[in-house]
Nanobody
């Protein structure tokens, strides 16, 4: 089992930056690939970014490439999502997730509680 607790988020203006954090406990953090997803009411949850167990490999949705950066600190059992140049269309509830398969996997086993990010124009 992996427990994920998120922090960060909030209300910002377009062009601003935010950093989300997700602290893991339970299973060895370094054995898990980590990801970030987001969801807007009435729409399906969508992939944002993912990172491999050691942090050497990452993947991003086209909509956030060049603006968002996923990183992890295995010594602190924490994954981050640095969001720069935020746009109103980035407004969503953001979720961190973990799996024991791969950062490329479509299957994610553990989820954080979600945190609201609102970007005003």
């Amino acid at each position: 089992q992996v427990q994920l607790v998120q922090s960060g988020g909030g209300l910002v203006q377009a062009g601003a930056s935010l950093r989300l954090s997700c602290a893991a406990s339970g299973r060895t953090f370094s054995s898990c690939a980590m990801g970030w997803f987001r969801q807007v009411p009435g729409k399906e949850r969508e992939f944002v970014a993912s990172i491999s167990r050691g942090g050497a490999s990452t993947d991003y949705a086209d909509s956030v490439k060049g603006r968002f950066t996923i990183s992890r600190d295995n010594a602190k059992n924490t994954v981050y999502l640095q969001m720069n140049s935020l746009k109103p269309e980035d407004t969503a509830v953001y979720y961190c997730a973990a799996n024991t398969i791969s950062y490329k996997s479509r299957s994610w086993d553990y989820w954080g509680q979600g945190t609201q990010v609102t970007v005003s124009s």
